[in-house]
């Protein structure tokens, strides 16, 4: 049976507004210590554009009685997780250690993607009295000289964001290393992945750098753009709370914010709950508002998460999963790491690895 593209946005549509989003993020501070090249927030090269163009988003701290205050709602919302601080370091929050606490004692589950630069002994043992549930290191090389070509060049950043990983997946918080591949690490995916293989990190993913810019209604990345389905957008529904308190309901929003701000601030987060803001972004995409459709026509964000064929394959100590660009390492459990590389791969197909973890044999 045929059906019209017309029909598939429709059902798209309807499905896309009753999905209910379990991880929110928080954007509590939008400073960060470090300037990644690549980075359009605060990479050198974009000599801080995004935040001229998005004054309301400039450097700074969230007041912390705000950020709790964003925290009830989001316990009214009904949502677990809490991501903390995209587009900044969570770790220079002067109050990073208060909100997370608070966040833990309102029952919720609390993330953060660090730089890893503050994450020492002493502040993992914190992160481990507060139950932090998950880390996400960011690491696009394991060697000093690359390292602080893409992120750091100072020596104490490299040797404390490389062995944060480590230290914080011993701790028994789950941890998670992503890598992101540009120019001057090509080819070092393999070392990361080397690197980390006889730690407890659970999980490395590796993808490639995207570009951003301001000027345009789009944003560049380099891959093809494929045909564009209205309502079946993976990337909708990544809910974040900007440091300004408008909510936005995905990342395409938030990093062209100056061409959808003017709309969005009608319903903000300020005056409103979690719920009526997502309703009212749900509106707009669902009536195929003409600033939305400007955004979302032009932005190959929407093909990141759509069109995936997915390979399975063991590399070593890994179960890898390729997705297009992307790829994620998952660690083989040290109980199966001696089974024949064939028959790892049908357990994992047939589900069978999950299975043994749920029953704990694993
Ligand atoms: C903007 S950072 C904020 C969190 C933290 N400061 C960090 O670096 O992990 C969030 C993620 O975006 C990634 N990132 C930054 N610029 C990127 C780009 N141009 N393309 C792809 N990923 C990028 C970083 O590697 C990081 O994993
Ligand atoms: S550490 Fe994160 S937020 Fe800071 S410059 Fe690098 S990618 Fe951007
Ligand atoms: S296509 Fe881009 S702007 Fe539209 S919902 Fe997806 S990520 Fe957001």
Same mark, same amino acid.
């Given at each position: 049976?045929?059906?019209?593209?017309?029909?598939?946005?429709?059902?798209?549509?309807?499905?896309?507004?009753?999905?209910?989003?379990?991880?929110?993020?928080?954007?509590?501070?939008?400073?960060?210590?470090?300037?990644?090249?690549?980075? =359009?927030?605060? #990479? /050198?090269?974009? @000599?801080?554009?995004? +935040?001229?163009? %998005?004054?309301?988003? !400039?450097?700074?701290?969230?007041?912390?009685?705000?950020?709790?205050?964003?925290?009830?709602?989001?316990?009214?919302?009904?949502?677990?997780?809490?991501?903390?601080?995209?587009?900044?370091?969570?770790?220079?929050?002067?109050?990073?250690?208060?909100?997370?606490?608070?966040?833990?004692?309102?029952?919720?589950?609390?993330?953060?993607?660090?730089?890893?630069?503050?994450?020492?002994?002493?502040?993992?043992?914190?992160?481990?009295?507060?139950?932090?549930?998950?880390?996400?290191?960011?690491?696009?090389?394991?060697?000093?000289?690359?390292?602080?070509?893409?992120?750091?060049?100072?020596?104490?950043?490299?040797?404390?964001?490389?062995?944060?990983?480590?230290?914080?997946?011993?701790?028994?918080?789950?941890?998670?290393?992503?890598?992101?591949?540009?120019? =001057?690490?090509? #080819? /070092?995916?393999? @070392?990361?992945?080397? +690197?980390?293989? %006889?730690?407890?990190? !659970?999980?490395?993913?590796?993808?490639?750098?995207?570009?951003?810019?301001?000027?345009?209604?789009?944003?560049?990345?380099?891959?093809?753009?494929?045909?564009?389905?209205?309502?079946?957008?993976?990337?909708?529904?990544?809910?974040?709370?900007?440091?300004?308190?408008?909510?936005?309901?995905?990342?395409?929003?938030?990093?062209?914010?100056?061409?959808?701000?003017?709309?969005?601030?009608?319903?903000?987060?300020?005056?409103?709950?979690?719920?009526?803001?997502?309703?009212?972004?749900?509106?707009?995409?669902?009536?195929?508002?003409?600033?939305?459709?400007?955004?979302?026509?032009?932005?190959?964000?929407?093909?990141?998460?759509?069109?995936?064929?997915?390979?399975?394959?063991?590399?070593?100590?890994?179960?890898?999963?390729?997705?297009?660009?992307?790829?994620?390492?998952?660690?083989?459990?040290?109980?199966?790491?001696?089974?024949?590389?064939?028959?790892?791969?049908?357990?994992?197909?047939?589900?069978?690895?999950?299975?043994?973890?749920?029953?704990?044999?694993?």
């Amino acid at each position: 049976m045929f059906i019209s593209k017309e029909l598939v946005e429709k059902i798209a549509s309807c499905l896309l507004c009753n999905a209910k989003p379990k991880t929110i993020y928080l954007q509590v501070t939008t400073k960060c210590n470090y300037v990644c090249p690549m980075c =359009p927030f605060h #990479g /050198e090269g974009y @000599e801080g554009k995004y +935040f001229k163009d %998005n004054p309301s988003l !400039k450097p700074q701290n969230m007041p912390l009685e705000e950020a709790k205050g964003y925290v009830d709602k989001i316990v009214d919302y009904g949502a677990n997780m809490v991501a903390m601080s995209p587009s900044g370091e969570f770790f220079v929050y002067p109050y990073w250690e208060e909100i997370s606490r608070y966040i833990k004692s309102k029952g919720l589950k609390i993330s953060a993607t660090t730089n890893g630069s503050f994450l020492t002994k002493e502040v993992i043992a914190k992160l481990k009295d507060i139950r932090f549930d998950e880390l996400i290191f960011s690491i696009d090389s394991v060697k000093q000289e690359t390292y602080a070509k893409v992120r750091s060049p100072k020596e104490k950043d490299y040797q404390t964001a490389i062995n944060a990983p480590i230290l914080a997946a011993e701790s028994g918080i789950y941890t998670h290393v992503h890598f992101v591949q540009q120019q =001057p690490n090509i #080819g /070092e995916k393999e @070392e990361v992945l080397k +690197f980390y293989e %006889n730690s407890n990190v !659970k999980f490395i993913s590796c993808g490639i750098e995207l570009h951003t810019s301001c000027d345009k209604e789009m944003t560049i990345l380099p891959i093809n753009r494929q045909q564009y389905i209205h309502g079946l957008c993976g990337a909708y529904n990544n809910i974040v709370i900007l440091i300004d308190g408008n909510l936005v309901t995905c990342c395409g929003f938030a990093n062209r914010y100056k061409y959808i701000k003017h709309k969005l601030g009608v319903c903000s987060l300020k005056e409103h709950s979690i719920e009526e803001v997502i309703s009212y972004q749900h509106s707009l995409m669902v009536n195929k508002d003409e600033d939305v459709m400007k955004l979302c026509c032009n932005c190959d964000l929407y093909q990141m998460t759509f069109k995936r064929q997915k390979e399975m394959s063991i590399e070593g100590k890994y179960l890898a999963i390729n997705e297009q660009e992307f790829k994620q390492y998952f660690k083989v459990p040290k109980d199966l790491q001696s089974t024949p590389n064939h028959i790892l791969l049908w357990l994992y197909q047939n589900n069978l690895v999950t299975k043994m973890k749920q029953d704990g044999i694993l």
